[in-house]
T-cell receptor, first 113, second 110 residues
Framework: ETGVTQSPTHLIKTRGQQVTLRCSSQ?????VSWYQQALGQGPQFIFQ???????GRGNFPPRFSGLQFPNYSSELNVNALELDDSALYLC????????????FGQGTRLTVV | RKEVEQDPGPFNVPEGATVAFNCTYS??????FFWYRQDCRKEPKLLMS???SGNEDGRFTAQLNRASQYISLLIRDSKLSDSATYLC???????????FGQGTELSVKP
């Protein structure tokens, strides 16, 4: 167990709806990153939060947004869901720094119908 | 072109075989390198970090060639439990901004 927990584990939404995914980071970790993993692909970096501020963003549209709270937990919000948003969403927590290990939660499997 | 590219899979090998995975990365500013393992429908887990000097952990050996921007993973004496997807990962910046390859699936058969 990594100590990183995500909720919910599975979710089904309708196209056009909004969704919020949650992540509790490992104790002591101040950095949270979110990734999207489509079937048969590697995880794609969405964005990272450090001390409640966005600290880098991947190639995702603005309808993907996030928050980090003072306890370092985080949320990923996706508005106007599209069918292609169906994927495994992974949260990873780490300490800031170049070679620190990122610990992943078990993921939230989102299906958009 | 993807920033991190891996050998296409799947690799189907018998138990006891030696298997090698290759990976190239395009951003010369990449700072740190890893191999992650992902079991079916589970989260990725760090297998090992990769250093220019090469590093070994039991049956696993990883190599990095910065000049060629090439990373490799060698698995000796494959076990059934090695069956998984192996992800080549590069860190371009601080913290956990990881860039993943698409992964190579390994299936070890009895």
């Amino acid at each position: 167990e990594t100590g990183v927990t995500q909720s919910p584990t599975h979710l089904i939404k309708t196209r056009g709806q909004q969704v919020t995914l949650r992540c509790s980071s490992q104790s002591g970790h101040n950095t949270v990153s979110w990734y999207q993993q489509a079937l048969g692909q590697g995880p794609q970096f969405i964005f990272q939060y450090y001390r409640e501020e966005e600290n880098g963003r991947g190639n995702f549209p603005p309808r993907f947004s996030g928050l980090q709270f003072p306890n370092y937990s985080s949320e990923l919000n996706v508005n106007a869901l599209e069918l292609d948003d169906s994927a495994l969403y992974l949260c990873a927590s780490s300490l800031t720094g170049m070679n620190t290990e990122a610990f992943f939660g078990q993921g939230t499997r989102l299906t958009v119908v | 072109r993807k920033e991190v590219e891996q050998d296409p899979g799947p690799f189907n090998v018998p138990e006891g075989a030696t298997v090698a995975f290759n990976c190239t990365y395009s951003n010369s500013a990449s700072q740190s390198f890893f191999w992650y393992r992902q079991d079916c429908r589970k989260e990725p887990k760090l297998l090992m970090s990769v250093y220019s000097s090469g590093n070994e952990d039991g049956r696993f050996t990883a190599q990095l060639n910065r000049a060629s921007q090439y990373i490799s993973l060698l698995i000796r004496d494959s076990k059934l439990s090695d069956s998984a997807t192996y992800l080549c990962v590069v860190n371009r910046g601080q913290g956990g901004k990881l860039i993943f390859g698409q992964g190579t699936e390994l299936s070890v058969k009895p």
